[in-house]
Structures are given as structure tokens and as C-alpha cells.
């Protein structure tokens, strides 16, 4: 049984950094993509960063792009979003999720259909 267990979110304040993780557990991640994706109350649920399998192809939604940073360290099972200058839109719970394909290439936060999902960590930004 594959988890996804996130860590990492908290208060921040607007303009700061903070770095969430997602260690999966129950399968190796060389062939899955790894998706960052975020939901505020109310809202839809967005797809905001992903890394492919390979660890070569990264892709960011326009809300994020230059400000958040994706990476994945497949020895540790374990995903990370760097995410700097942080805005009061950015207040959400973020969650990680797999999607194993045999395509290491493939990266598209557009996807929303993932096999494994995590149960969120919060993130606050507020003065």
C-alpha cells in the first residue's frame, strides 16, 4: 500500500520561504511522476508543480512559476517544494500525489487524475 505522508507547512509570512516534503512509502518512485498540487476553501483543487520520473522535467503553474522549486530525491522516497516569497494567495493546504507512468519524461501539472494522494499540510500565510 503506497503513502504519502506531507510535512513542512505552517505560518509564514508574506514575502517569506518555506519548504514542504512528501516522503512515500510502500514503493519505489523511479517511475512515477511526482505532483505538488494545493486547495484553499472553496476552490478547485490546483495542480502547481510536478517532476517527472526521470528528475529531468519539471513544470510549474503560472501562479507559482519563479517562486516555487520541485525536486525529488528517489534514494530517500521523498519529494520537496521550495517555496519562495510567499503571498497571502498562496494560503492553502497543499497536498503531494504519484502518478506512475512508463513515460520518465512526462510532467504536465494539468493532470489531475493521480493514483496516490497524501492528506495535506497547511500552509498560512498571514501577517
Known amino acids: 500500500q503506497t503513502q504519502l505522508v506531507e510535512s513542512g507547512g505552517g505560518l509564514v509570512q508574506p514575502g517569506g520561504s518555506a519548504s514542504l516534503s512528501c516522503v512515500v512509502s510502500?514503493?519505489?518512485?523511479?517511475?512515477?511522476?511526482i505532483f505538488w498540487f494545493r486547495q484553499a476553501p472553496g476552490k478547485e483543487r490546483e495542480g502547481i508543480s510536478c517532476?517527472?520520473?526521470?528528475?529531468?522535467?519539471?513544470h510549474y503553474a503560472d501562479s507559482v512559476k519563479g517562486r516555487f522549486t520541485i525536486s525529488r530525491d528517489n534514494a530517500k522516497n521523498t519529494v520537496y517544494l521550495r517555496m519562495n516569497n510567499l503571498r497571502p494567495k498562496d494560503t492553502a493546504v497543499y497536498y503531494c500525489?504519484?502518478?506512475?507512468?512508463?513515460?520518465?519524461?512526462?510532467?504536465?501539472?494539468?493532470?489531475?487524475?493521480?493514483?496516490?494522494w497524501g492528506k495535506g499540510t497547511l500552509v498560512n500565510v498571514s501577517s
Open positions: 510502500g514503493e519505489g518512485l523511479d517511475w512515477d511522476a
Open positions: 517532476v517527472s520520473a526521470s528528475g529531468a522535467n519539471t
Open positions: 500525489a504519484v502518478k506512475p507512468t512508463f513515460v520518465r519524461t512526462f510532467c504536465d501539472v494539468r493532470s489531475l487524475s493521480m493514483d496516490f
